[in-house]
């Protein structure tokens, strides 16, 4: 477990945030008619910010170069 976590750090921190920051965005945002299919759930709200948010920051991780 603790090599997972040391493998893949930032992308776990990137999913946390983007969670959180999906609840948020619910939270004080969110679509009061409940209409929108992302925004008018808290459940779905933040599974939709923790995926962006694991992608945003994977996307800075670098390759390692094989000689």
């Known amino acids: 477990m603790k090599m997972l976590l040391k493998r893949y750090w930032l992308p776990v921190i990137g999913i946390l945030l983007g969670a959180l920051g999906g609840y948020l965005y619910w ?11 992302i ?3 808290p459940f779905a709200s933040t599974v939709w910010g923790a995926a962006i948010g694991g ?12 000689d």
């Open 27 to 37: 939270r004080f945002v969110g679509c009061a008619t409940g209409t929108c299919p």
């Open 39 to 41: 925004t008018s759930s």
């Open 55 to 66: 992608l945003f920051v994977s996307s800075f991780k670098r390759e390692k170069k094989y």
